[in-house]
């Protein structure tokens, strides 16, 4: 009788002979990453020029904490701070349910057609620069010929210039954004529902649960952790109001009210020449960005279990 030989297994292939099997994936990831090295990573190298005065010749001298502290002593950068923090406030909270309830509705129709339908035309906003979005924000609510002013005056009422009110500036970037991007967030939520087993619907509706059971018992549960990320994350990006939206649709009247981080950073160091002052400013908002990502995902963990990782 003869013996069986074992063939002994094929060692694991080296990390490089993976990286050379699989070269052609990783020179398409190049780009991505030279984008992310040189936008994102190097730049939080440069955040030292903070703590120095920049000099065009020679060496950058270190002056230590001297511009957070004119930072601070300067009256207009509490106004930029207020200014931020309000944006993003109305903009998320009043944002934030929007994308879910979008996703429930798309989730009821039956029709698939029009669902497909309803879906490309609400992520097409989202592919737009927000150029065009003002441009076509200004012609909607023209004081003479935009459509909500001609709905206005037709009913009686006095026509309103939305864009140069005070009043009405922030109402405007916050329906506005949630036109670009409501139909756009509510994929991650789409993609959720989505990855429902189909026999938990069957047994709930054996159970006898209707289609409002169904949504609150099954659907609404499975978006729990996605729902807990998103809004780790949009606290994290609390002091970022907008930068693009802003520059858009900011003017000499309204000017003041929608001043927020981003657009003093601009103005100190791209057209007043003050770089250390300006990336004081963007490492100060870059900070308290960190400590509140950090701070609700372990809240989020002791409360809930889940966090953001």
Do not use: C
Request: aromatic share 14%; no cysteine; net charge positive.
């Amino acid at each position: 009788m003869s013996r069986m030989r074992t063939v002994p297994a094929d060692p694991k292939p080296s990390k490089l002979k993976q990286i050379r099997a699989d070269k052609i994936l990783y020179l398409m990831l190049l780009p991505a990453i030279a984008f992310y090295a040189l936008f994102h990573i190097w730049p939080i190298y440069e955040m030292k020029l903070a703590f120095y005065d920049y000099r065009i010749i020679g060496d950058d001298v270190f002056v230590g904490f001297k511009h957070f502290k004119e930072l601070f002593n300067t009256p207009i950068f509490t106004q930029v701070i207020v200014n931020t923090l309000v944006i993003s406030a109305m903009k998320m909270f009043l944002l934030f349910p929007l994308p879910i309830l979008f996703a429930l509705a798309l989730n009821e129709f039956m029709n698939g057609g029009f669902r497909k339908t309803v879906q490309v035309v609400s992520y097409l906003p989202h592919f737009l620069s927000w150029v065009v979005i003002a441009g076509v924000w200004y012609e909607f609510l023209s004081p003479s010929t935009g459509a909500i002013n001609q709905i206005l005056t037709f009913f009686g009422f006095q026509a309103h210039d939305f864009l140069t009110e005070k009043s009405s500036i922030r109402w405007v970037l916050v329906a506005s954004e949630a036109w670009r991007s409501m139909g756009w967030d509510s994929i991650i939520y789409l993609a959720a529902i989505i990855g429902i087993s189909p026999t938990l619907y069957e047994a709930a509706r054996v159970d006898g649960a209707g289609r409002w059971h169904i949504m609150t018992r099954i659907v609404l549960p499975h978006l729990f952790i996605p729902m807990v990320t998103i809004f780790i994350l949009n606290i994290g990006f609390i002091m970022n109001a907008g930068l693009d939206q802003i520059l858009n649709f900011t003017n000499d009247s309204v000017a003041s009210h929608i001043d927020i981080i981003d657009t003093f950073v601009y103005r100190m160091g791209l057209l007043n020449g003050q770089y250390s002052l300006a990336t004081a400013a963007n490492l100060f908002k870059s900070v308290i960005g960190v400590i509140l990502v950090l701070s609700t995902h372990f809240l989020s963990k002791k409360m809930t279990g889940k966090g953001a990782w």
